[in-house]
């Protein structure tokens, strides 16, 4: 069965904090590796394969899921199909249902868990203060894609180091007295334009990957630029 990875619009806090349980189902992003999973009874979930080094942000829930099956977790989010049939054209609020049925029903292997959903107010930025990457948002009344996604994120001053080629730019930070790569981040609609080696963008990023790049890099709003 060939499924698409869910496509996600990223949104701001403020816009998160919008969200109504009532409209959407919120629920918690998992920092790891999308993959599906076939079950018995004719059943595949959608889901995140979260270990201990996949990904460096992990809710406290999630590192207590890790202490309990140390080889890794698959955070089950969504059902593509139920029972042998198809339903991903179904909406939000009868894939949801259903995935809790798979769950009670037993068809979970030892190693898998019902991802984290909505759980009163501030639950965004609860998440994201206890280490996790952030909560995605589905309409009760939409099929399997899109949704919406919220991260944690912290800016970071960039110095442009590199332009030509495509919509991207490459950035460095000034730590002391040296410039550090931290790897390239996409000005689109015309951004590219406007820059030249040596300007300074203010970058939106998770953090620093072990790599020393910064991990998914944005540059949003009309104030992005700091100086030219």
């Given at each position: 069965?060939?499924?698409?990875?869910?496509?996600?619009?990223?949104?701001?806090?403020?816009?998160?904090?919008?969200?109504?349980?009532?409209?959407?189902?919120?629920?918690?992003?998992?920092?790891?590796?999308?993959?599906?999973?076939?079950?018995?009874?004719?059943?595949?979930?959608?889901?995140?394969?979260?270990?201990?080094?996949?990904?460096?942000?992990?809710?406290?829930?999630?590192?207590?899921?890790?202490?309990e099956s140390p080889g890794g977790i698959f955070i089950a989010f969504d059902l593509l199909q139920w029972r042998g049939e198809p339903c991903v054209s179904w909406l939000t609020s009868r894939r949801w249902a259903s995935l809790q049925g798979v769950e009670m029903d037993g068809y979970f292997t030892p190693d898998m868990r019902l991802v984290e959903c909505y759980s009163g107010n501030h639950f965004m930025e609860g998440m994201i203060a206890n280490g996790g990457e952030g909560c995605v948002a589905k309409a009760w009344s939409d099929p399997y894609v899109p949704m919406l996604a919220v991260k944690a994120s912290k800016p970071y001053d960039c110095i442009v180091t590199q332009i030509g080629g495509s919509q991207s730019v490459g950035i460095a930070q000034r730590m002391g007295d040296a410039l550090v790569d931290r790897g390239r981040v996409t000005l689109a609609g015309g951004k590219c334009d406007k820059v030249r080696v040596g300007s300074t963008i203010q970058v939106m990023a998770m953090d620093v990957h072990e790599s020393g790049k910064l991990r998914q890099p944005t540059v949003r709003g009309k104030c992005w630029l700091l100086n030219y």
């Open positions: 069965m060939s499924i698409p990875k869910p496509s996600k619009r990223l949104v701001t806090l403020a816009d998160a904090r919008r969200w109504s349980p009532a409209e959407c189902l919120i629920q918690v992003k998992a920092d790891g590796e999308f993959q599906t999973r076939e079950l018995a009874g004719g059943n595949i979930v959608a889901g995140e394969w979260v270990t201990g080094g996949s990904g460096a942000m992990l809710t406290p829930r999630h590192r207590q899921w890790l202490r």
